[in-house]
């Protein structure tokens, strides 16, 4: 008989569902009047959980499953997943890093090009009418500013390089100094006092929540901009509002909130910030690949073969 | 006395017009009930023109002008100048190259990243209130796809910089194959078909009018993306507007129009595009630069230096 895996969320497309439907027993937990009562129905019998970054596997849900042996996340962060748990039950947990690093690190660049050159408020001017009442007024160039990047792991890196094309100078912050040619503060403050741009690449979980505080905003200062792909968490996310709204940072692009999808009132009604709905790896190309991957790790699972992505517990 | 200088446009900044007029007998265009009788007015003495790239220099008006020496517009571009005209009477002519390549670049970056991810739509998404009905449907990926650029100069050489640090292909068309590390291709119709995205960076005027017909377009193929920070007389617009409607082409990204600041009505009601009100050089960095340029150019010519960055016609 094929194991059977509970898909918790739809973000697998269908080809990769398909080639997880052939292999193994796929139940989804959306489609049922009572989900809570699917998953106590068939609790014997999973072995496997697909999830993504919304749904949170947490201590109940695995206590629940007694024949459960991988948790395969579409995604690269797994603070949403019990990792203690999962381990005192010597369940296995994989991730997908790596073929999301490009996409978000795109996201980074979208957001900062679309906050500094203002271009859903241009595209939103034009469509409106407004470019026959005169020009849209002047926006930021990255060239020659420095961008502090929170965070310089796989996604850091390559938004370094993305950055360095526009002509930026790069500085990071993060718990080492790594071996790039890239300027490291060890202190926050620091970074943020000297630079114009500052990008979170970082992970979120508690070792990062609240990271960038009202200090922090004050620091990067009336020019400065701020990027998050990372997590909503790493934000203290009133302490941003206050600072838009008073002037203390000069914009903002997000692609990531505290509570997602609900985005705070006070953001939604200003002009200088973009606010993108967790798109981060939101591509055909890489969602395709990461599916693959989620695929991939379970089949070679229960095959006794090594995981492709283990997240080490 | 100073010599005149007939200011046609608001696009220098306020500092370099302070720093103009503490040189020169600065008139200006704007303020005056009837501008062609202004005009007459002080055709005598007026000896320098500052324009841009939306007010046109004609031959009736250089004709008019006994003393006009010197023409500076705050653009690269000068098709909007009677070069003829201009020749014959021996007066020069300036321009602004250079210091606008890399804001031009960026904003065919902002172009082809919000297209491809469809960044403006998705801000629009989650601020109307669609994030809490499902997620927003998927972009594409920029890495490994192959970018076409039309016109490899200063700005299209800019352009292959950022596109490769998002890891994508660089071949390039225009007349002369030079010594770089791109494919070239002579053939306009064989790098449509070939690429996935084509850029314009060309220069405008008659060599290039209608340059990407239906047939470039077709050849561009229903997943190709199309960015122009050109000149809009190189796009056959309506062919354009077809192709969009029909699917022919997967997206475009404007920076610039057949007629500025009229966009076709059919174009504003598109989801796949992104129209931008012809922002390719504003930011206050490179406005400020290309201001002083301008102003550069004309004390120059004035105290009998050599020019700075003369067209030479």
Redesign the interface.
């Known amino acids: 008989m094929k194991p059977t895996v509970l898909l918790t969320c739809r973000i697998i497309l269908e080809a990769e569902k398909k080639d997880l439907e052939e292999r193994f027993n796929v139940i989804t937990l959306w489609g049922h009047e009572d989900p809570e009562a699917f998953i106590q129905e068939h609790k014997e019998e999973i072995q496997a959980i697909v999830t993504d970054h919304i749904f949170p596997v947490r201590k109940e849900l695995i206590e629940n499953l007694p024949n459960l042996e991988i948790i395969a996340t579409d995604s690269v962060g797994f603070s949403h997943i019990d990792i203690e748990t999962a381990k005192e039950r010597e369940i296995k947990v994989t991730n997908t890093p790596d073929v999301l690093s490009?996409?978000t690190a795109?996201?980074a660049?979208?957001?900062m090009?679309?906050v500094?050159?203002?271009?859903?408020e241009?595209?939103?001017?034009?469509?409106v009418g407004?470019?026959?009442h005169g020009?849209?007024p002047?926006?930021?160039?990255?060239?020659?500013k420095l961008c502090g990047i929170v965070g310089l792991g796989r996604i850091g890196k390559e938004i370094a390089?993305?950055c360095?094309?526009?002509?930026m100078e790069i500085a990071y912050h993060g718990r080492t100094k790594q071996d790039v040619p890239y300027r490291y503060y060890p202190d926050l403050q620091r970074m943020a006092e000297d630079c114009d741009v500052m990008i979170l690449s970082c992970p979120g979980g508690p070792a990062t929540a609240n990271l960038v505080d009202s200090h922090i905003l004050e620091a990067l200062g009336q020019e400065g901009f701020l990027i998050n792909v990372s997590r909503g968490t790493v934000v203290d996310e009133p302490a941003l509002i206050a600072a838009l709204q008073g002037g203390v940072i000069a914009g903002a692009g997000l692609d990531v909130y505290l509570d997602?999808?609900n985005?705070p009132e006070e953001l939604?009604s200003m002009d200088n910030v973009?606010?993108?709905?967790h798109?981060g790896s939101?591509?055909?190309?890489?969602?395709t690949e990461m599916g693959q991957l989620v695929v991939d790790n379970i089949a070679a699972h229960f095959e006794g073969k090594p995981l492709l992505t283990e997240v080490k517990i």
């Open positions: 490009e996409c795109d996201t660049l979208c957001l090009m679309a500094m050159r203002r271009t859903c241009a595209d939103l001017f034009l469509r407004k470019w026959f020009d849209m002047l926006g930021r160039r990255p060239r020659g390089t993305r360095e094309a526009f002509g997602e999808p985005v939604i973009v606010l993108l709905p798109i939101a591509t055909v190309e890489t969602r």
